[in-house]
Structure formats: structure tokens, C-alpha cells
């Protein structure tokens, strides 16, 4: 590698031609970045005292190592989006000087349309390809090399490249022909030029440990570079346009660039069975990437498999499915916000398109899955946990009993994960404020086409109140609901029996219940199913409402409905309980000794965590698990010792009391130990081992 200080106007004038290799992101620079880049020149070009104006590294790939003296294209590591930008810069300041006075053509030495363009943007003696300074890939290419070469653009052309260079060409209208100071920023601009030998240096490496300006590379830039950069460029090529491209294209570019990177997430938790962290995405895929069975298989194998995980994602959560009834259970997960299911839901749908699993029970696991998610979000479960739940789900499934295995899976589920009973669930439904739900369209349409052939589109109706919202209700509704009216609007307004879709909000306004019912268009007229029996009633009070929430929530039952499996079967999937041979007997220090009294306020604080938690004494320590043990008790003499089942490098404590024993072969899991000596120290100490629960649990977040 040979890095040399470079003004960028001569290294672009030296240089034969950039290349953008295929792998390379496409260009997105924003107006934010066109904006800084256009301040910083003008700050520089317009003060004399002002030498020079940094702008970051250029890095490129040559067979030998060379100061941009042979006539081969460069092929760009790094430097992509200031090159295209100043490109488009230049550009657009080639077309504003054409429009003025010949005498005002060339406000700087150097600065002419003419010397513009056959300096900075063209090859004027090449033909071809060659005849551009700068090709970029896909739809980017045929938009700039149009806008350099004073063409037409193509049909199907790259957005930013076509704003960026409209944005530029208003910015430079706005000068009002003084652009000598424009012109004297761009000669001042800096870059590294960096050339690599492609036989001696690492372009990865390299490309990753670069600190440029502008626009931070998303996690799928970084895994697409990381799996074709080190490629032969035939191999290149062609993994790329097999398979890297279609799923740019089956994305779409804002799909792409907004959800690529979460789809990447979903896959590689499939494929390890761990949650990689938001931002450590690319970093898991290179652990992956390097598995003795990954590599074993080659990197088209990779490749390939990502390419067919990604036609799933696309189907389930970019609308893609062909299937009529598995498009709307998706469409509907979709509404209800399920991300965290996608794991477990990838792994399934590959098991239906690989035939492991049939259409019939493939659509009956993702109703459940929507069953699940729904009810918890009625019964208001905090929703931390499913993150955990989904990831490690598929390690339940009995694939020679593949739907049941999951029904009994989730039934099984305790506390904080549960699946909700009926009965929980039907008195949640009737008293939550259904009115500010996150997704009331979703559960309205699904209750008013449950049983219809004909769906009705719900977005093209309104939600109704019943009994109106005006908190100073008309006298005939005081009289309608009673003496106690206001308790009555204030418990039941925005709940499920008072809460309804019409076509004509407008005109039923604060009405009586009357003529609401018999107006035209009333509910004695309405076509919906959400209204039927509403017509036939002659008071609206808050029997009525309970009777159609009742009804209501006999709907929703069969709706978001809850598996059904014999108590027979659900024994065959209940996990073991092994007892332990051992009591608190068998340790004297917390049975009868100095640290009794310490223990059982601890012991209270760790059970009273969760009501899934649960104790069992072993030989040495005292275990307390959730789903496995996140911590352990050693009773000593004088102290008790905790030991917290999770990384010293994840625990949070500011006073610095944790000790890594990851070195250590000692009997109770964990790499943390904790000394607790007095109740004094308990607060801080339970801070820490919630930690270790909240990190068992999921409770971080998705």
C-alpha cells in the first residue's frame, strides 16, 4: 500500500478512469451530505487564509503499486460517493458556466466548460466506456455517464444521482454568476490517494478499518463487501448478478437500503440460534462466515442461501407471498408489527418450500404466532421477552409433529412468555381501551371479516363511538346512560362494546342513539358485521354495551384462537423436572448459620423477580433459574457469594465490585462473582443479578 497527499482536481485529471466494482453499494449520498460537502467548499473557496480543505481517502485496487501513472480504470475501494458527488458538482457547474457571457465563461483559470469536462469528466480521446472518468454500477452508471455526456436520462434512472445533480445546479443558480469562489473551493479540496497492491494487501481489512466523511456504511454494505471483495472479478461478477442483485431488486431501493440489514439479523439468528446486537451484525455474519461448516461449504453455497432465506423474508415481510391466504396472514402479521417472530418464521417457511411442512399447517403456525403476539398485547404483556421466545423456538419443534409440537410448545410457555387463556384474554378484551391500540384498523378489519368470502376493505370506514367522546355529553345521552352516565362514558368509551366502523361518522356526530340507529345510512341500514344487532336495540346504556362486548369477544376467541391439545399430549412435550437430592439442610452457613437471615431476604428478592423463577439446591451452591440458571448462591462464613451466568464483559457496575473468573473451572456457571456481606449491599447487588435475569429473559429488546 502507498498513500500519498494529492489536490483532488489533479488526481482526477491524472487518472485514467474510476470503476465502482459491482459489489460496491450503490450511490446514496442525501442532500445532507451534498449540503456539507457544498458549505465546506464555498468556506474554503471564499477565504484566502484558507490553504486547503480535507475531504478523506480515495482507495483503489492496480495489479502493481503506482502513483496513478498507467492507463488501466482504477477500481475503487473506498472514495465512491465524493467522487461521484464532486463529479456531479463539476458537472453542473460545467452546464451554468455554458449559459453565461463568453467573458464570464471562465471565472478561474482552469475553470472553463471545456476544460471542465475533458479535465474532470471525460476522456475526450477515448471511446466506449473510456470515455468517462467515472462508471459506476447499475442504474447509477447510465444516470451519471447521461449527465456528463449531455444526454437524455434513461427511463429507469437512479434517484439520487438525478436529485444530487438538481440539487447542485440550483445551489450554483443561487450564486448569481459569482462562482469564483465555488471554483476556488473545488481547487483547494485534498484527498489521500491510496493505491493497494492487490497481491500484498487485504482490500477487506482495509475497506473496514477506514474512517472516512460522509455516509456510514449499513451493515449490508459490509457483509455484500466482505463475501465478493476478495473475489476473482468473473466469480465476482457473476455471484453478484446471480444472486446479490435480485435481491436488490426484490427489495426495491428504500426496502433495501431500510431492511436489508434487519433481514441479515433475522437470518443469521436462524442460522446461530444467538440474537446479534443491532449494530454487530456484520460481525456475526464474519463469525459465521468462518464456521468450519460455512467455510467448508464455499462462499456460493453462502450466497446462495442467503439468496433463498431472503426470497422468504421478502414474501412474508415486503408483501412478496403469492399464496392469497398466506399473503393476508402476513399482511396481518405485519400490522401487528411481529419482527421478532421472523427468525422462528423463516426457519418454517423454508421447511414448507422445502415440502417438511404443509401449506395447511405452515398457515396455521403463522395464525398462531398472530394469536399469541395479539392476545399478549391485550392482556398488556410486556412484549421484552418475545424476542428470546421466537429465537429459541424452533429448537422445540418435533418436526414428525411439526403444528403440534409448536401449540404445545407455546402452551407451555410460563409466566412473563404465556400464552393467554380464554378467559384472561376475553376480560382484557372487554375493559382495554381498544380506541388508542396501536393497530385498531387491524383488529376491527380482522373482527368484521371473520366468516365472509366478500372481505370488507375496513380502511375506506371510519371508527364510531357509540355513546359520542364529547366528555359534556347532550342531556339525551345523560338521560340515555342514567345517573351515573359519567362513570359509565368514562369506564367504557373507548372499549370494544362501544366502539364500531361506519361510512357516515359525520352525519351520526353526537346524535341520540335514535337517530343514529334510524338516519339513513344508520345502523338499522348498515351492511357491516360489526354492527348487526345494533338496529334492533332501543337504548344505548352500559348494558348494552357489555351484551356486544360479550359478543364481541366470543368473535375474538374463534378469531385469535388458542390451540386445543389433550392433556395426554401436552405431558409428552413437558419438559422433565429433575429433583434434586439435596435441601438447604445441606448447607449449614444459610441453614442455621451467620448468613441465615442475609440468605432469606435474598432468597424473597430472587424469587419475588418473576413467578417463573425457581429454586433448587445443589451440592456446593443454590441455583435460581428462569429458564436456566442466571444465578447461583455460595454460602460462606462471613459472605454470601453470587455467581451471575452471563459475559463480565455485558455487566453494567459502576462500583466496580464484579470479579471475572472466565479463567477459573469452578462449579457454579457464570463468569461474574458478587460478594454480598450485609443487607446494606443488597440493593446494589440485586441491581446486578437483575441484569443477568433481564439478559436471560430477552428483556434488552429486539
Not at 578 to 583: E, H, P
Request: with cysteine; hydrophobic share 35%.
Amino acid at each position: 500500500m502507498k498513500a500519498t497527499e494529492a489536490k483532488l482536481l489533479d488526481f482526477l485529471r491524472k487518472s485514467p478512469q474510476f470503476v465502482i466494482p459491482i459489489y460496491q453499494r450503490t450511490y446514496s449520498w442525501t442532500e445532507k451530505e451534498c449540503r456539507q460537502l457544498w458549505d465546506d467548499i464555498l468556506r474554503t473557496g471564499s477565504n484566502d487564509d484558507i490553504s486547503a480543505h480535507f475531504v478523506g481517502s480515495i482507495v483503489y485496487i492496480e495489479k502493481g503499486i503506482y502513483q496513478v501513472s498507467s492507463q488501466s480504470p482504477l477500481l475503487v475501494i473506498d472514495g465512491q460517493q465524493r467522487l461521484t458527488t464532486v463529479t456531479l458538482l463539476i458537472a453542473a457547474l460545467a452546464r451554468a458556466l455554458e449559459q453565461l457571457d463568453e467573458e464570464k465563461r471562465e471565472p478561474l483559470d482552469g475553470f472553463s466548460p471545456r476544460k471542465l469536462r475533458n479535465y474532470y469528466l471525460l476522456n475526450p480521446e477515448e471511446e466506449g466506456e473510456k470515455y468517462y472518468k467515472l462508471i459506476l454500477s447499475q442504474t447509477d452508471k447510465d444516470s451519471l455517464t447521461s449527465i456528463v455526456g449531455n444526454r437524455e436520462q434513461p427511463k429507469e434512472y437512479s434517484l439520487r444521482v438525478t436529485e444530487n445533480f438538481k440539487l447542485f445546479e440550483s445551489w450554483i443558480a443561487g450564486c448569481k454568476e459569482d462562482l469564483t469562489p465555488l471554483c476556488k473551493g473545488l481547487a483547494k479540496l485534498i484527498v489521500v490517494d491510496i493505491a493497494l497492491n492487490r497481491d500484498q494487501d487485504n482490500p477487506q481489512l482495509i475497506f473496514e478499518s477506514m474512517n472516512s466523511t460522509g455516509k456510514e456504511l449499513s451493515q449490508a454494505d459490509l457483509i455484500r463487501n466482505y463475501i465478493l471483495m476478495g473475489l476473482e472479478p468473473q466469480l465476482q461478477t457473476r455471484l453478484y448478478e446471480q444472486y446479490w442483485r435480485p435481491m436488490e431488486i426484490d427489495f426495491g431501493q428504500e426496502a433495501y437500503s431500510e431492511q436489508f440489514d434487519g433481514f441479515m439479523r433475522h437470518y443469521l439468528t436462524v442460522k446461530t440460534g444467538e440474537i446479534p446486537r443491532i449494530g454487530e451484525v456484520y460481525e456475526a455474519f464474519k463469525v459465521h462466515a468462518n464456521s468450519t461448516k460455512t467455510a467448508q461449504a464455499g462462499v456460493e453455497a453462502l450466497v446462495t442461501d442467503i439468496r433463498t432465506f431472503s426470497r422468504y423474508f421478502c414474501a412474508m415481510a415486503l408483501g412478496k407471498e403469492t399464496d392469497p391466504d398466506l399473503k393476508l396472514a402476513f399482511h396481518d402479521l405485519r400490522e401487528l408489527r411481529v419482527d421478532v417472530a421472523y427468525p422462528f418464521l423463516l426457519e418454517l417457511y423454508h421447511d414448507y418450500a422445502t415440502g417438511m411442512l404443509s401449506r395447511e399447517n405452515f398457515l396455521a403456525a403463522v395464525r398462531l404466532v398472530e394469536a399469541y403476539v395479539f392476545r399478549r398485547a391485550i392482556c398488556s404483556i410486556p412484549t421484552n421477552s418475545m424476542n428470546k421466545t421466537f429465537a429459541t423456538l424452533s429448537r422445540a419443534i418435533n418436526k414428525d409433529h411439526y403444528l403440534e409440537s409448536i401449540q404445545a410448545h407455546l402452551l407451555l410457555l410460563p409466566s412473563y412468555r404465556r400464552f393467554p387463556k380464554d378467559e384472561e384474554f376475553r376480560r382484557d378484551l372487554k375493559s382495554r381501551d381498544l380506541y388508542n391500540f396501536r393497530s385498531r384498523s387491524y383488529w376491527l378489519r380482522r373482527l368484521e371479516n371473520y366468516g365472509r368470502k366478500e372481505r370488507v376493505q375496513v380502511d375506506e370506514y371510519t371508527i364510531e363511538h357509540i355513546m359520542p367522546q364529547n366528555e359534556n355529553l347532550s342531556a339525551s345521552w345523560k338521560t340515555e346512560l342514567g345517573p351515573e352516565w359519567k362513570r359509565i362514558h368514562e369506564t367504557w368509551l373507548n372499549t370494544i362494546g362501544n366502539l364500531t366502523l361506519t361510512g357516515h361518522n359525520s352525519e351520526y356526530s353526537d346524535r341520540p342513539f335514535k337517530e343514529k340507529r334510524d338516519i339513513s345510512g344508520g345502523f338499522k341500514e348498515s351492511p357491516l358485521k360489526l354492527n348487526k344487532g345494533i338496529g334492533q336495540l332501543d337504548k344505548w346504556d352500559e348494558e348494552a354495551i357489555k351484551e356486544r362486548a360479550n359478543s364481541l369477544a366470543d368473535i375474538a376467541l374463534e378469531v385469535w384462537k388458542m390451540p386445543k391439545l389433550s392433556n395426554g399430549v401436552m405431558e409428552t412435550y413437558r419438559p422433565i423436572s429433575v429433583k434434586s437430592d439435596y435441601t438447604i439442610e445441606d448447607h449449614p452457613y444459610i441453614h442455621t448459620g451467620a448468613m441465615q437471615e442475609l440468605f432469606e431476604v435474598l432468597r424473597k428478592e430472587l424469587i419475588a423477580l418473576d413467578p417463573c423463577v425457581t429454586e433448587e439446591f445443589r451440592k456446593k451452591y443454590v441455583a435460581y433459574k428462569a429458564e436456566t440458571t442466571f444465578v447461583s448462591v455460595i454460602s460462606q462464613t462471613k459472605r454470601l457469594i453470587l455467581a451471575l451466568n452471563m459475559a463480565f464483559s455485558e455487566i453494567n457496575d459502576p462500583k466496580g465490585i464484579c470479579r471475572d473468573v472466565s479463567k477459573l473451572k469452578l462449579s457454579a456457571s457464570g463468569e461474574i462473582r458478587v460478594s454480598l456481606a450485609s443487607l446494606d449491599e443488597l440493593p446494589y447487588v440485586m441491581g446486578l443479578v437483575r441484569q443477568s435475569f433481564d439478559r436471560q429473559m430477552g428483556n434488552g429488546g429486539y
